[in-house]
């Protein structure tokens, strides 16, 4: 039953795919998937899948470029500056489609390396519409 249950409800999930064409959006993004980790994963899961993932796909070095000047002007520490230096050198090199089936894992990456802290993002949001 409960098996069933997440399968009606993951219908009524937006399919839309949306490409962000500013830095702000992106990280508000950031801010929802990572606000509702906890609670509400599903909708965590349509943010990253359907907001997320295409626009890195759309523009990757561009993407990267976003992510690293708001975490350069904001100031914060990244957890794990290892794991996010290397996802925004790969995010920057990728040139060809075939490249583009690991976006996902590389925003995993991203993601896991300190970036998807609901207060460090409200941080990095604070800065820049300040």
Not at 114 to 124: A, H, K
Request: net charge positive; with cysteine.
């Amino acid at each position: 039953m409960g098996l069933s249950y997440i399968n009606k409800q993951s219908e009524k999930f937006n399919t839309i795919k949306e490409c962000r064409d500013n830095p702000i959006d992106v990280w508000k993004d950031i801010l929802s998937y990572s606000s509702n980790l906890n609670g509400n994963w599903m909708f965590s899961k349509e943010i990253f899948y359907n907001r997320l993932v295409p626009t890195a796909e759309k523009n990757p070095e561009l993407f990267a470029r976003w992510i690293r000047i708001m975490v350069k002007k904001s100031g914060v520490k990244i957890k794990s500056r290892s794991e996010y230096l290397e996802a925004l050198k790969y995010l920057r090199s990728i040139k060809n489609r075939n490249a583009r089936n690991k976006i996902r894992r590389i925003l995993y990456t991203l993601l896991n390396s300190g970036i998807e802290e609901p207060s460090c993002i409200s941080r990095i949001l604070g800065h820049k519409c300040a």
